[in-house]
């Protein structure tokens, strides 16, 4: 729908490995609608009226947010995904129940540096990991990816040297068979519950348990972000028709808030593909 995002319309562009995702901007509603004032009370700019702020006590309070933490803890995985080969997927569980996360943070902070000390012929070692806690267990566990983009070579590390490192209790070590794999990380609610989706509709769940001011993710600093950035639509096409990328899909929302002749504002996504899909990761030209 050309009509829906125009040449001269600014657009918010995002690029995670080979795919881009372009959303227009001009239309997005960023006008405040509350003010928060002092004791926990805020303004509805709208009507005046004075209310207290509710305070979400588990991640699961705030769905929206929950799910665009996922969906950006899902970029960083694609965008550092460059070889299936240089990917470790790990499970570490405590001995006695831990529910200290700044103890946790300490306990894997030491195993990377133990780690690291002891496995040097892959290269540099980067990260994104999870804390997953079960109530009814150990209180919380790590799940954790593990990046070993400078290899030259398969990344084989036995177990006995993962459970050297991490000295804390049990480990288990996997290796990812598809780029699907974040789902490793990022687990979803499922609609209609089966013996294919159970799991991960179960730890959805897990997730949602979590502390509401916890952190969904860590990462190491070497871990690469996807590029983001505006610009007008009519500059970012040109760009995607000269590195011949194609229109994969596009979605398009109706935005409740209305122009001041009464018309309805549309917000709308593309995503755009190369012709050519590459498994592995080469230099890109910038946008």
């Not at 000269?242 to 596009?250: A, D, F, G, S, T």
Request: charged share 30%; glycine share 4%; aromatic share 10%.
């Amino acid at each position: 729908m050309e009509t829906i995002i125009k040449p001269c319309d600014m657009v918010k562009v995002k690029v995670v490995k080979e795919e881009i995702m372009i959303s227009n901007i001009n239309t997005c509603n960023r006008k405040q609608t509350i003010k928060r004032l002092r004791n926990g009370k805020h303004a509805i700019l709208s009507t005046g009226e004075i209310v207290d702020e509710k305070k979400s006590l588990k991640r699961g309070e705030n769905l929206k947010q929950l799910i665009q933490s996922n969906l950006q803890l899902q970029d960083l995985i694609k965008e550092n995904s460059i070889n299936l080969d240089k990917i470790l997927l790990l499970t570490l569980t405590y001995k006695h129940k831990t529910l200290d996360t700044e103890q946790i943070d300490d306990d894997f902070n030491a195993f990377m540096k133990r780690l690291r000390r002891k496995v040097v012929e892959f290269g540099t070692i980067e990260f994104i990991n999870v804390y997953e806690f079960y109530r009814d267990l150990q209180g919380y566990h790590i799940h954790a990816i593990l990046f070993f983009n400078e290899s030259t070579r398969k990344v084989f590390v036995p177990v006995e040297t993962i459970l050297k490192a991490w000295k804390k209790g049990d480990v288990s070590v996997g290796a990812p068979t598809n780029f699907g794999y974040y789902y490793y990380l990022t687990p979803h609610l499922s609609k209609e519950v089966n013996d294919n989706n159970s799991h991960l509709h179960e730890k959805a769940l897990l997730q949602m348990e979590l502390p509401a001011n916890s952190k969904l993710y860590r990462h190491s600093k070497g871990i690469k972000k996807p590029v983001i950035r505006t610009d007008t639509y009519e500059n970012i096409k040109k760009y995607l028709d000269e590195n011949k990328y194609v229109l994969e899909k596009e979605s398009v929302y109706i935005n409740p808030m209305k122009t001041t002749n009464g018309n309805n504002l549309y917000y709308c996504k593309r995503y755009y593909k190369k012709e050519k899909e590459t498994t592995t990761l080469g230099k890109r030209k910038p946008i």
